[in-house]
């Protein structure tokens, strides 16, 4: 390994350190300290990976936009690296967050899945975002398939909103948020005993996905300088 | 299945996903790795060749 590289290794090590760290206290929290929810008993406890998982999604999701727009105007590499490597991780906890739902669906609502508004929408940007990775595999060309990409990943994150609002725009299954609500604030709606375990449970899921954000986007900045050198030697 | 059953099966599949993805990644990371090494001591070999 290069010399240089080796202070970035250490900071990389040290946010996984760190993410292992809050995870443990976070399970721990969520499934032994935190009380039963009064109404669900202990299914609830589902909530504590349900809510994080899909904060961090549109975490990664905002990213994806972020990343493709700067891509769009300035024409940078490292834009579309940090929008393709956040695009995969939103995914990946797209698809945990309706796996996490559809068994917290089966004891409250009877059923595994049901075409509910909120769950349709999450179910379209979970096939949005991964057609948008499916996109850059089948454009050869590497400009243009970014370029596409980008264009997606900006026109897919249209559909958070759309995913937020659903609950109050049609008549669903699906309860309201009871973090983000205009109306309140989260400590008005959750007891505090359960936002504690919610608070240090999206800590964990934060910096475990900043983690694993950084050996991604790392991967695609690799990848690119094993291109820029075959060229180099093919030239 | 009772309440700690779909907070088992719940919290099993979602860490073992992670785990598995952490894994792969790992995988994906350590080839890039080698392979970028690989090209850039060769490369190093070529130009002291020269000189």
């Known amino acids: 390994m290069a010399a240089s590289t080796q202070p970035v290794e250490k900071r990389k090590g040290i946010l996984g350190g760190l993410a292992v760290v809050a995870v443990v206290i976070g399970l721990y929290w969520s499934l032994a ?45 490292r834009d579309d690296l940090l929008a393709h490597a956040a695009a995969e991780l939103g995914v990946l906890f797209t698809a945990l967050t309706i796996i996490e739902g559809s068994i917290w669906g089966k004891p409250t609502w009877g059923v595994w899945w049901t075409w509910d508004a ?10 949005i975002y991964a057609g948008y990775l499916m996109l850059r595999s089948l454009i050869d060309d590497e400009s243009r398939a970014a370029s596409a990409a980008a264009i997606l990943g900006i026109i897919g ?34 007891h505090p005993s359960l936002l504690t375990a919610l608070a240090i ?16 986007y790392r991967v695609g900045e690799m990848r690119q300088e094993i291109k820029a050198l075959r060229l180099e030697r093919g030239a | ?50 000189r």
Do not use: C
């Not at chain 1, 909120?118 to 096939?127: M, P």
């Not at chain 1, 449970?201 to 991604?216: A, C, D, M, Q, T």
């Not at chain 2, 073992?16 to 993805?21: G, L, P, R, S």
């Open chain 1, 118 to 127: 909120r769950l349709t929408l999450t179910a379209i940007l979970l096939l």
């Open chain 1, 33 to 77: 300290v935190a009380p039963p929810d009064a109404y669900q008993g202990e299914v609830q406890r589902i909530m504590y990976l349900h809510l994080p998982s899909i904060l961090t999604a549109y975490l990664s999701y905002f990213l994806v936009f972020v990343g493709s727009a700067m891509y769009l105007w300035k024409r940078e590499k």
């Open chain 2, 1 to 50: 299945m009772g309440p700690w059953g779909f907070v088992s099966l719940a919290y099993g599949i979602v860490w073992a996903a992670i785990v598995v993805y952490w894994l792969f990644l790992k995988h994906r990371y350590r080839q890039a790795e080698a392979e970028l090494n690989r090209l850039r001591s060769s490369e190093a070999a070529a130009s002291h060749d020269k």
């Open chain 1, 157 to 190: 994150f249209l559909d958070i909103p759309l995913i937020h609002m659903s609950v109050y725009w049609w008549r669903t299954l699906h309860q309201p948020p009871s973090i983000l609500r205009p109306d309140k604030t989260p400590w008005e709606t959750v």
């Open chain 1, 201 to 216: 449970s999206f800590v964990g899921f934060i910096l475990l996905y900043f983690y694993l954000l950084s050996l991604r």
